[in-house]
């Protein structure tokens, strides 16, 4: 399967074999389904060579199954170990393009070659021949000719005549070709019946055929033939963009390809190796490689041997299961001991890099875990678990965001003043901004995809929330008014004007049901969304009502209040259910957890506290922030909690992550912002910064090697800024005036007055 290899066991000499081999492997046609069908072929094969190899010696396919089975274990760890890859190449297949095409099949089977290169000519046939060749005028008969010689050598098939008609006109016209480009055209089709047709088999007629027609290559110098030979080469538009040389080399490389199987088929193997490691250093393919190696192992040079192999195995781990399947290749001479040097050889580089990484990582890293499974599969004992540690090193993927763990991925701009509010919508794709106007933003890209009507420079909006399907936007500020816009057409839909002071608190419930407004005037408000109709005017706080927030399931709401209480709301009666009163500061902050069980609050008394909705009781207390904890949130499935505080007299935002299994603070990161939100999928991290812009920060999409030297460098930057605040915390102060100044009522996200709403953000 798959290759052909002279076996020295039958009594038949090498030309013979190799007829027998293109009898059993010729196709009349190659389409994408054919070769699906050949990988579905190659995984029956595995399991029927595992039955093979488990049979009793006297089975007469046993001992070569035995022989195959060794370098599987040593290749893909067993036959079936193979399936993977098999049905990996079978889905690359599927979904490659035409231009990638002959690559698969050859790839795949030899026995595509002639069946690749009569769709080749088809595809010379439906272009314009005589722009192709730069045919004059006088030789127009030759043209017609060669036309037809295409036709029939591109139609033919075992059932008619037409494969030995082309042939015999490919010849004459080959003694007539005025051209080079002519002269290798022929060439490339005269050589391909004479090597991979049975009927025409003449091995060292077609060893002399592409070497000729590598000469006519290498002397074209002609660069309007930059076309031809970009369809030659199977390259398709793609080629046009490569200079006239590169395209030169790969249809030679091609040539000398062709040259070295018509002695590899002969067990040539030294001439062999000479013709494709020309045609390697000109250009590299994939069933080159393979051919390549396969020659160096045969006549003894090992190390050679071990170099190509490995380069092609990383690159295409089907050829893995290629060689535990061929026949021919366990019966080279120590190819158990060459490919035990490649196994060594690629765990080698792996623990190096391994070690590397190891060297690198920070404490605590997300990637450590990630590659403490990768060492386990890196000590496997064969190639196939080896390479994919080192993929798992080496391919990109996205990281989980937290504090100290982001790149930039885009930045929102618009904004006169300060921004004020941030919210992402609940797919995480849309994230709204608010000043004294509100934006909505591609989360993506942070193009300004609208902004909304009924705002004027004289207030400021200081709270958003999303409707559960996205199609709506409320805002809230400091003209008392609720506002809510309709995201398709931002259009002003509804207008609730029921507060007697600025609003900084606002929540959709889950259910759509209820919107829930609340403020400087202590009162909490539930509206009827759709009709503006007041559900419950909710009242129990002494001081303004910071946050409010749903329960999942929209039986619930907990608000949070600067007189240090969090109280518990039931729905269905507007009655006071709770009060959480353990905070000793204004508390900032509340939300409920994904299954309603429990909370997360934040406080100004610089503590963030997770509590039991049932009992009240108080479950955890994080302690670490230097300053009064501006916001709190559960990320991923309540396993974390991050919060926020803002250091005024710094200007340096302190956003930290902690584990609720533990209680550990798992990481902190301090930036030039004074505010940061997270996207509900935990994705995308934006911060507002005094340059009146929102910086969109997402998860690093990268690869291990890249992260963790990543990761060590954002830990260094985050020491340096650490240190630079508490250089600024322990300045002194030369104005006592200061010293006893209690911290004055602010949303954490920006400078505005609560009890008053009056814009302070110019002069902070």
Request: glycine share 4%; hydrophobic share 40%; proline share 3%.
């Amino acid at each position: 399967m798959f290759s052909f290899q002279v076996d020295p066991k039958l009594n038949r000499d090498a030309v013979f074999q190799y007829r027998e081999f293109l009898l059993e492997r010729h196709r009349e046609t190659v389409s994408k389904n054919v070769l699906l069908a050949a990988c579905q072929s190659v995984e029956q094969e595995t399991r029927r060579q595992t039955q093979y190899a488990q049979a009793p010696s006297s089975d007469p396919n046993a001992k070569r199954a035995r022989e195959m089975y060794q370098v599987a274990q040593i290749m893909t760890g067993s036959f079936l170990g193979g399936v993977t890859l098999a049905q990996n190449f079978a889905k690359r297949l599927d979904d490659a393009d035409e231009e990638s095409f002959a690559r698969h099949a050859s790839t795949l089977d030899w026995g595509f070659w002639l069946p690749l290169d009569q769709r080749l000519a088809k595809q010379l046939l439906d272009d314009d021949l005589q722009m192709l060749l730069q045919v004059g005028d006088e030789d127009q008969n030759w043209l017609a000719r060669l036309e037809e010689a295409l036709r029939l050598y591109a139609e033919a098939n075992f059932s008619n005549d037409f494969f030995r008609r082309s042939f015999n006109a490919l010849i004459d016209l080959l003694a007539s070709a005025k051209r080079e480009s002519g002269r290798y055209v022929l060439s490339q089709r005269i050589g391909t019946l004479l090597l991979y047709h049975p009927d025409f088999l003449d091995l060292p007629r077609a060893e002399r055929i592409f070497l000729d027609a590598v000469g006519a290559i290498e002397a074209e110098s002609e660069a309007q033939m930059k076309r031809l030979l970009c369809t030659l080469a199977r390259q398709g538009s793609k080629g046009m963009i490569q200079d006239f040389d590169s395209l030169k080399r790969r249809l030679a490389s091609e040539h000398y390809f062709h040259a070295g199987v018509s002695r590899y088929a002969r067990a040539d193997y030294k001439r062999a190796a000479e013709l494709f490691e020309t045609a390697y250093y000109l250009f590299s393919t994939p069933e080159l490689d393979y051919l390549l190696a396969k020659s160096f192992l045969a006549v003894g040079r090992i190390g050679d041997f071990v170099r190509v192999l490995a380069n092609l195995l990383k690159k295409n781990e089907f050829y893995m299961l290629k060689a535990s399947l061929d026949g021919g290749f366990a019966s080279l001479p120590n190819v158990l001991d060459a490919l035990s040097s490649l196994r060594d050889a690629l765990q080698a580089e792996v623990r190096v890099k391994m070690q590397t990484m190891r060297s690198a990582i920070v404490e605590d890293s997300q990637a450590l875990r990630l590659l403490d499974g990768i060492d386990k599969r890196s000590k496997e004992r064969s190639c196939f678990s080896i390479l994919q540690a080192r993929n798992e090193i080496e391919r990109p993927r996205r990281w989980i965001l937290t504090p100290r763990v982001f790149q930039p991925k885009s930045l929102v701009l618009g904004h006169s003043l300060r921004v004020n509010a941030m919210r992402f919508s609940h797919d995480s794709r849309l994230l709204a901004t608010a000043s004294w106007k509100v934006l909505l933003n591609d989360a993506e890209t942070g193009a300004e995809l609208r902004d909304f009507p009924g705002l004027t420079y004289k207030s400021t909006i200081n709270v958003l929330a999303f409707s559960p399907d996205n199609r709506s936007l409320a805002g809230a500020g400091s003209d008392k008014r609720v506002l809510i816009w309709d995201i398709e057409s931002g259009n002003l839909t509804r207008v609730f004007a029921e507060h007697t002071q600025s609003v900084i608190a606002l929540a959709f419930s889950p259910n759509s049901r209820y919107l829930a407004s609340a403020g400087v005037d202590r009162s909490i408000i539930v509206w009827n969304p759709f009709t503006g109709d007041i559900v419950f005017r909710l009242k129990g706080h002494d001081h303004s009502v910071s946050k409010i927030a749903f329960s999942p399931d929209s039986q619930l709401l907990a608000s949070a209040s600067f007189d240090k209480t969090i109280a518990i709301w039931d729905l269905k009666t507007g009655k006071k259910l709770l009060s959480l009163n353990r905070h000793s500061h204004a508390v900032t902050s509340v939300e409920f957890s994904s299954d309603g069980k429990t909370l997360v609050s934040s406080s100004w008394d610089k503590t963030v506290k997770v509590w039991e909705l049932a009992t009240g009781m108080e479950l955890q207390t994080f302690h670490g922030h230097a300053n009064g904890v501006d916001s709190a949130t559960f990320l991923f499935q309540e396993k974390w909690v991050a919060s926020t505080s803002f250091n005024r007299a710094s200007k340096v935002c302190c956003v930290k992550l902690w584990e609720t299994g533990s209680g550990r603070e798992m990481e902190s990161c301090y930036g030039r912002f004074y505010g940061a939100t997270f996207s509900p999928d935990a994705s995308k991290l934006a911060i507002a910064s005094a340059d009146r812009t929102v910086k969109i920060l997402a998860a690093p999409e990268m690869s291990l090697s890249d992260f963790v030297a990543f990761e060590q460098k954002l830990r260094l930057d985050i020491e340096a800024a650490r240190k630079q605040e508490s250089a600024l915390e322990r300045r002194p102060r030369s104005d006592d005036r200061r010293k006893g100044e209690r911290r004055k009522p602010s949303f954490w996200i920006g400078g505005v007055d609560l009890r008053s709403g009056k814009d302070r953000r110019k002069s902070s």
